[in-house]
């Protein structure tokens, strides 16, 4: 089968959505099918990989770098100028591809992709399939964009419908059962709408045991004793993240009373953070940027329990992938966000950590009770490995993304 891949990015560009694509387009190739990639020349915080001029084969995948501006986050109008120039880079690389393609397969950066491969599909005599990352217009409401009541809401979820409908929709793969259950708003009722979790996107250079040992060594440089309990918090400070009970339950404790809070990331909200520590400079917090790819096996590990967040508004509308890698590196997450999300449904099957429900300061407190003991964080770090390797395991996982999206229509 020749199947057609479109997703604004792709490596070397480093943006989670393109990583995940890069693991199923080669298990479509391995496969047998030959497989194309649309994707942009822009990279994801506006940089262009030298890879990105010209036309590209790897593994039995080629990669057609479309053109299109490269204004990265750095704007609301660059966004929308780098989606714009995408879409028509994206209509002539369909136009010109150099192999026919039997399905054309849309993810979802930039949004509303699927209208552009249900029309096209159609007139190459194609069928189109879809991979959820994001669901619109509903992120647009959980960002406070949109009222659900509003006239552009509602043309904006008939676009949605069209974009996943016809007879000549092969397949809509989702990330969660309750973006599953999001999503079926928008399709036929044929459409069977299977969900695959996403899978850890760091390094798996370093073995388990080097990890630990990177980790004991992070520790030291970073100056936290072995005794002391390190709660991280690492990666996107986003609208769609709370911090608030995080911050509440930090502010009661002080340098020295062996609990450390560490956030690494950035965002729109890393503000809010940086607000807090300034009102309490006593409270046990530190504040970084973003740990490089090739360390996040052993960072992961340096800190005694995790931290994830998601606003409830935001369930369903995307699931973020950091569960996966917190788990992969046998630690416990404590996880302020919806007991029916995904994410929230992940931890209490698995047992890897706890679940706090939004504004539940007193659980929350407990939580931190538990993971500052190193026994119960021994005990539920090594249920989340288990639930990791059975739920979130790369190949598994992108092996049947790929079947699916190639199995016949």
């Known amino acids: 089968m020749n199947l057609i891949l479109i997703n604004q990015y792709y490596p070397p560009d480093v943006a989670p959505t393109g990583l995940m694509l890069e693991s199923v387009a080669e298990e479509l190739a ?166 695959i979790p996403l899978w850890g996107t760091e390094s798996v250079a370093e073995s388990d045991a080097d990890a630990e040992e990177h980790a004991r060594a992070l520790r030291l440089k970073r100056g936290w004793s072995e005794d002391e309990t390190i709660v991280m918090y690492s990666g996107n400070m986003g609208l769609g993240h709370r911090f608030g009970e995080i911050l509440s339950a930090a502010a009661e404790f002080r340098r020295g009373s062996g609990i450390r809070f560490v956030f690494f990331g950035e965002g729109k909200r890393r503000k809010e953070i940086e607000e807090f520590i300034a009102r309490h400079p006593e409270a046990p917090i530190e504040l970084h940027g973003y740990v490089p790819r090739d360390e996040l096996a052993g960072h992961l590990r340096s800190a005694n329990a995790q931290l994830a967040s998601l606003e409830p508004a935001w369930d369903g509308t995307m699931v973020p992938s950091k569960l996966q890698g917190i788990f992969a590196a046998g630690r416990p997450v404590i996880f302020i966000g919806s007991h029916a999300s995904s994410i929230g449904t992940w931890v209490r099957e698995s047992g890897g950590g706890w679940v706090v429900e939004p504004g539940d300061l007193q659980a929350m407190k407990a939580a931190l009770e538990h993971a500052m003991d190193p026994g119960e964080c021994e005990f539920r770090g090594a249920f989340a490995k288990a639930f990791s390797a059975h739920h979130f395991d790369k190949r598994r996982n992108s092996r049947e993304v790929a079947r699916l999206l190639a199995r016949p229509h």
């Open 30 to 195: 391995a496969l047998g099918h030959h497989v194309t990639i649309l994707c942009s020349r822009g990279g994801y915080g506006g940089q262009k990989g030298e890879a990105a001029s010209a036309r590209a084969a790897t593994d039995g995948v080629e990669v057609v770098h479309c053109w299109s501006t490269a204004y990265g986050r750095r704007g609301f109008l660059g966004k929308i100028a780098d989606y714009a120039s995408f879409y028509l880079g994206v209509a002539w690389g369909l136009c010109t591809a150099r192999h026919r393609p039997d399905r054309v397969v849309a993810l979802t950066t930039p949004p509303y992709l699927s209208v552009l491969a249900r029309v096209f599909s159609k007139f190459l005599g194609a069928d189109h399939a879809h991979w959820v990352m994001d669901l619109y217009p509903d992120v647009m409401a959980a960002h406070g964009l949109l009222d659900p009541r509003s006239l552009p809401y509602r043309m904006l979820s008939r676009l949605a419908r069209f974009g996943f409908g016809g007879s000549r929709c092969a397949e809509v793969i989702t990330l969660g059962p309750d973006m599953a259950e999001l999503t079926g708003r928008y399709t036929p009722d044929d459409v069977a709408l299977p969900w």
